[in-house]
């Protein structure tokens, strides 16, 4: 089994901070590309920033210049750190990674979720 969990969202006020990370674990043999998606109210899951196992980013151009994503190898875990948030910042926000694992090989997978809530 493979477990992606996240923590660090709550509530802040416009213009603040919050940093998210998401750990992996189980059995797990490599991680390969590791993200944060967010989806907001009434609206589709989309692509916030990802990371591949080298360091490579890239970003949703609404939060570049704002959120920053980086990992640790070591403890297998992602994070994001989000500057300057807006209110349409708010969403929940789910963790996603590409894990090698020795029984079944290469698979894509999800977190549970964390909200992040901005007020104006």
């Known amino acids: 089994q493979v477990q992606l969990v996240e923590s660090g969202g709550g509530l802040v006020q416009t213009g603040g901070s919050l940093r998210l990370a998401c750990a992996a674990s189980?059995?797990?043999?490599?991680?390969?590309?590791m993200g944060w998606y967010r989806q907001a109210p009434g609206k589709q899951r989309e692509l916030v920033a990802r990371?591949?196992?080298?360091?490579?980013?890239n970003y949703a151009d609404s939060v570049k210049g704002r959120f920053s994503i980086s990992r640790d190898n070591a403890k297998a875990t992602v994070y994001l750190e989000m500057n300057s948030l807006k209110p349409e910042d708010t969403a929940v926000y789910y963790c996603?990674?590409?894990?090698?694992?020795?029984?079944?090989?290469?698979?894509?997978?999800w977190g549970k979720g964390t909200l992040v809530t901005v007020s104006s």
């Open positions: 990371i591949t196992s080298y360091g490579t980013t």
């Open positions: 189980g059995s797990i043999f490599r991680v390969n590309a």
């Open positions: 996603n990674a590409d894990i090698v694992r020795p029984a079944t090989g290469a698979m894509n997978y």
